[in-house]
């Protein structure tokens, strides 16, 4: 934000960043092969909707068109749509645990409609989500204003595993942007699809 | 490119950028003043002014620095960890994961009047806290109302308002520091210096100045804050995307705060600036039948609720729209 802006008091909602999120299945293989955690094939997109009907409307549409994808064959099943206590909607989207491919592709249709019709700053996380064979939990969370990925293991209760975290972000090196100012790894408690 | 529906308020923009220029023309010409009238009588008193520049320098940067602490001191707030207020670190989390920037400590203050208020020199080093009475329930506001709040204080610290007005406060503590320092020169000084003619009316004189600086610079700065308060909500309400919850949440503070008690109302004055909603007000005019502002709404260092719900209002249908607005690079 330049100075002028923040002088003048007209900060701008940030536009997302989406071209990153593409990096996931890679390093989803990287992380199945240094870590053991593999996809659970559920993935979600969480935005903060706006209030009436123009943004009701697209939300609709998105649904729709992924309901779409999901009933053809080898379609998953059908998205979820939910709001948590903070007024955030999430849409879930559940494939094969073998089709990250495609569940980033759906994430994706997610953004690229809000972007189209100009409520891309609206959106704040993409959530894909690991298990272990120790039935460990895991999500990589993607920060669409940053650009970048942050590990989130919850255990019971309102804790998580920051040992876990930090081991995740040494396995994943370099094939995703990990985020590094850990302030910003903010937690998403009772996230749908993890 | 990106269609945006967030289109900034030109209007808003110029009506600031006038203030901002008219507050440091009177700044300039406060200077040349001082320097017109020491030149013209060849005064030794040219240094009491310096005193008082670098005095009322000190002064503000001091409370610059200091911001988050004096503040919280001053509201007697007690920052809280993420176990402790997990709803509210929630709320602040995802706004400023929204918003793209850092997040501010979060503290509780344990007044029964409804408020919040956002401080600090930097984004590094701000704080964000609110009162208990606007969290323990007494208000039925919801979480989208709640997180209107925050927004518009977390917009607070995104538009740099508190360095913005201190820089813009500068001129008011030098002109006022100078009053008080003539004034007693007048008194005290007055007698040994006999022999000099030109010493009482030259003190006189400035003080005189100072006075007019003074009080044209303390409507500017109110003006100026009046302005960035609708910058704050119009962010605010852009962040979250729920300009009526905002409007709403507003509507709610100020009917909450009329049931104060007088002396939690006294007690908060000296932070009335960076408050959501003004807590000291002063006898309100401005729609009583006459029409036309009042004496209160000029002195405000808030915009009246009724000019703020309107501009919510505005951006409920800027985000409505079927169609987004072309991108700024297009147009």
Same mark, same amino acid.
């Given at each position: ?19 990153? =999120?593409?990096?996931?299945?890679? %390093? ?7 870590? !053991? #955690?593999? @996809? ?62 495609? =569940?980033?592709?759906?994430?994706? %249709? ?7 019709? !100009? #409520?891309? @700053? ?68 009772? %996230?749908?699809?993890? | ?331």
């Amino acid at each position: 934000m330049g100075f002028l802006d923040t002088l003048l008091g007209r900060t701008k909602p940030v536009q997302p960043k989406l071209d990153d =999120l593409f990096g996931l299945p890679s %390093a989803a293989i990287t992380l199945q092969a240094a870590t !053991g #955690f593999t @996809p659970t094939g559920s993935g979600s997109v969480c935005f903060r909707s706006v209030e009436g009907k123009t943004f009701s409307d697209i939300q609709n549409e998105v649904r729709d068109l992924l309901n779409m994808e999901a009933e053809k064959p080898g379609g998953g099943l059908p998205v979820e749509v939910t709001r948590d206590n903070y007024g955030f909607t999430w849409l879930v989207s559940s494939r094969m645990s073998d089709e990250i491919e495609t =569940l980033v592709t759906d994430l994706h %249709a997610v953004n690229s409609t809000l972007v189209d019709n !100009g #409520f891309g @700053p609206q959106l704040l996380c993409t959530l894909v989500a690991f298990r272990d064979e120790r039935e460990r939990r895991l999500a990589l969370v993607y920060l669409y204003k940053r650009g970048t990925f942050y590990p989130f293991a919850p255990l019971s209760g309102e804790n998580r595993d920051n040992a876990l975290e930090l081991h995740i972000k040494g396995a994943l090196g370099d094939d995703l942007k990990v985020e590094q100012d850990l302030t910003r790894w903010f937690p998403v408690w009772g %996230a749908p699809g993890l | 490119m990106a269609r945006t529906r967030y289109a900034p308020d030109r209007g808003l923009t110029v009506r600031m950028t006038a203030t901002m220029f008219f507050l440091g023309l009177v700044f300039v010409a406060f200077i040349a003043a001082l320097i017109g009238i020491m030149t013209a009588v060849n005064a030794s008193s040219g240094a009491i002014v310096l005193v008082a520049l670098v005095f009322g320098g000190g002064m503000a940067i001091a409370s610059l620095f200091y911001s988050d602490k004096i503040a919280l001191a001053a509201a007697g707030a007690r920052e809280v960890s993420p176990k402790e207020a997990p709803e509210l670190h929630g709320i602040v989390d995802r706004l400023c994961a929204l918003a793209d920037m850092d997040k501010p400590r979060v503290a509780i203050a344990p007044t029964s009047m409804p408020n919040a208020f956002a401080t600090g020199r930097n984004s590094k080093n701000s704080v964000l806290c609110v009162t208990q009475g606007l969290i323990d329930g007494h208000l039925n506001l919801t979480n989208e109302e709640l997180e209107g709040i925050l927004a518009h204080e977390l917009s607070h610290v995104a538009h740099k308002d508190v360095q913005v007005m201190t820089v813009a406060s500068l001129l008011a503590i030098t002109a006022g520091l100078l009053v008080r320092f003539a004034f007693y020169s007048e008194l005290f000084g007055g007698g040994r210096r006999s022999n000099d003619n030109n010493a009482v009316p030259v003190m006189l004189i400035i003080m005189a100045v100072s006075i007019v600086v003074y009080a044209i610079s303390f409507l500017l700065i109110r003006l100026l804050s009046r302005y960035r308060e609708l910058a704050a909500d119009r962010s605010g309400a852009l962040l979250t995307g729920q300009p009526s919850a905002l409007a709403s949440a507003l509507q709610k503070v100020s009917l909450g705060m009329n049931r104060i008690p007088t002396q939690d109302l006294r007690s908060a004055e000296p932070l009335n600036a960076f408050y959501f909603a003004p807590a000291m007000k002063l006898a309100r005019g401005g729609r009583d039948g006459k029409g036309g502002p009042s004496l209160a709404n000029l002195f405000s260092t808030h915009p009246s609720l009724e000019k703020r719900l309107e501009q919510l209002e505005k951006i409920q249908r800027q985000l409505g729209q079927a169609t987004p607005d072309a991108p700024d690079s297009l147009r």
